[in-house]
């Protein structure tokens, strides 16, 4: 089940310092108030990034097939009868792309599970 997702849901890899860049890291830490170091201690200073590039907006994201989340969203909307696009129904499509682009482990979790329940109704 998880091998059939992981080209949707693709793990970042983590990210290593260079010696220059690891004393960088220390330096910044050191500056740092108590209260934005005590932050840093939570999340781990190994997985702290400094030097990290923001995000892309989510209108530029994009997922395995290179469309984005609106051109996901219509791309799916096309292919359903009208009768069954209610308000849920478009927010779920819209979460579940969202998800997708954003490689969201909770929406991984309903992929894989629906692959499995569908796999229980061919029995």
Known sequence: MSGE?????EAESARVFTPEEEEQKRCIYEKMSLRR????????????DPFQLPKDPLDIRRE???????ELVRDFSLTVPRQNQ????????????????????R???????????ERQLDK
């Open 37 to 48: 170091k005590r932050f840093i201690d939570r999340i781990g200073f190994a997985q702290w």
């Open 5 to 9: 997702s992981s080209k949707i849901f």
């Open 64 to 70: 395995a097939t290179q469309r984005t989340v609106q």
């Open 107 to 117: 929406i991984r979790g309903i992929y894989d599970f629906c692959l499995w329940y």
């Open 86 to 105: 209610g308000n849920d129904y478009a927010r779920g499509v819209l979460e579940c792309a969202v998800g997708i682009v954003n490689k969201n482990d």
